[in-house]
């Protein structure tokens, strides 16, 4: 929260002078209540350095026995209290924080300054378990939109026919809305390349394979705002080098049918790390149905429907926010593949069924998907 505020600062021409405990008071707070007071205290500054027009900030820590006390103080031009309207950001501050077990106060007098506005979040060492089952408020998530645009340029090589090899290269566009920062932030950059080993000899027919690679960390883990508000989770790089095992299966319903079934899943597991954080490990699968019965001289039109399934776990690390990571979805994805030979055309569209995220997450309404590939 130190490096945090000094950023803050130093972006808004703040003059900061930090207190923290001494190491006779350290205690150990949970990742749930850690998450909770960065997330307030960014929204907190964030109002000294706009509204209430502050040129110096004062930040202190106290931990005194099970209670944790976050004190900003400012020479902002103060404000009158009781004045404090519903929907306001102090108004909100408080409600977010007392539904989080902790107390909010505001003081307006020349305290250190010639005028000073005090606010006090003050959150218990140990929290109480919550366990959620439903939708939490979007005012909970101090994230409010993220927005991604993914083109995957990639190739696939067979030597023979029964090996083969496979590249993905990434370049993604993300935009990113937080509550603290006054507009969208948006950066481009190749994401985390994929290179997979292909093996398809298990039947005369190429039906079934396996796939064996790594993800590695090529994508930028070090995008930064002046709020610090990007955090690893977001950013368009893991930092992670990864394993990956895969495998495909597809046949036909019944003897001389146009109808298929198909299954594949690849497994995610990340193997080494940097900037001390380790995304999830990650699970997706998928399986579904196809009719290839649609031909029109030489093009075949082929719909598809599937269910996809995705699990991962929490992340870890020093940069990780584990209670606020980990999922489990389900999407059906109707699609269409239109074959031109040697041109093929993929699309569909992936609604989300069944979701159970961790923590306060931004969770997607809709994931539509487009491929076009050349066969040589």
């Not at 001494?22 to 850690?34: G, M, T, W, Y």
């Not at 929204?43 to 350095?49: G, H, P, R, T």
């Not at 006090?120 to 994230?143: I, K």
């Not at 069924?353 to 923590?359: A, E, I, K, L, P």
């Amino acid at each position: 929260m130190g490096e945090q505020a000094e950023r803050f600062s130093a972006a808004a021409g703040l003059d900061c002078n930090l207190i923290l405990p001494s190491a006779e008071d350290e205690q150990l707070v949970p990742a749930q209540v850690r998450h909770d007071l960065l997330g307030l205290a960014k929204e907190a500054l964030a109002k000294v350095a706009r509204p209430a027009g502050a040129r110096k900030l004062v930040l202190e820590i106290r931990a005194p026995h099970d209670r944790l006390c976050l004190i900003i103080i400012n020479d902002g031009v103060g404000f009158d209290p009781s004045r404090v309207f519903a929907g306001s950001g102090l108004r909100n501050l408080r409600e977010r924080l007392e539904a989080t077990y902790g107390t909010f106060g505001i003081t307006i007098e020349p305290r250190m300054y010639e005028t000073g506005e005090e606010a006090v979040r003050d959150l218990p060492a140990v929290a109480p378990e919550v366990v959620l089952s439903a939708s939490a408020p979007a005012e909970n998530n101090d994230d409010k939109r993220i927005e991604t645009h993914f083109i995957t340029v990639g190739t696939q090589y067979m030597f023979s026919r029964s090996w083969g090899a496979q590249l993905e290269l990434p370049i993604v566009n993300r935009t990113f809305d937080s509550a603290a920062n006054a507009g969208s932030i948006n950066w481009t950059g190749l994401g985390d390349i994929r290179l997979k080993c292909l093996y398809t000899g298990f039947s005369d027919d190429l039906s079934s394979g396996v796939s064996l690679g790594l993800k590695l960390p090529t994508g930028s883990y070090t995008q930064t705002d002046p709020l610090g508000d990007i955090d690893r989770d977001t950013q368009i790089g893991s930092g992670s080098t990864d394993f990956l095992f895969g495998g495909f299966y597809r046949h036909a319903l019944g003897k001389n049918s146009h109808w298929e079934w198909f299954a594949q899943a690849e497994l995610d597991v990340p193997v080494a790390k940097q900037g001390d954080y380790r995304p999830g490990v990650e699970v997706n699968a998928a399986g579904g149905i196809d009719y290839r019965g649609w031909n029109w001289g030489r093009v075949t039109i082929t719909p598809i429907f599937q269910i996809i399934g995705s699990v991962r776990g929490h992340d870890c690390g020093a940069a990780a926010a584990p209670d606020d990571s980990g999922y489990q979805r389900i999407l059906l994805a109707p699609g269409i593949e239109v074959n031109l030979h040697p041109v093929m055309i993929y699309a569909d569209v992936e609604l989300p069924v069944y979701q159970n995220f961790t923590g306060n997450q931004l969770v997607t309404p809709v994931l539509f998907k487009v491929g076009l590939s050349f066969m040589f």
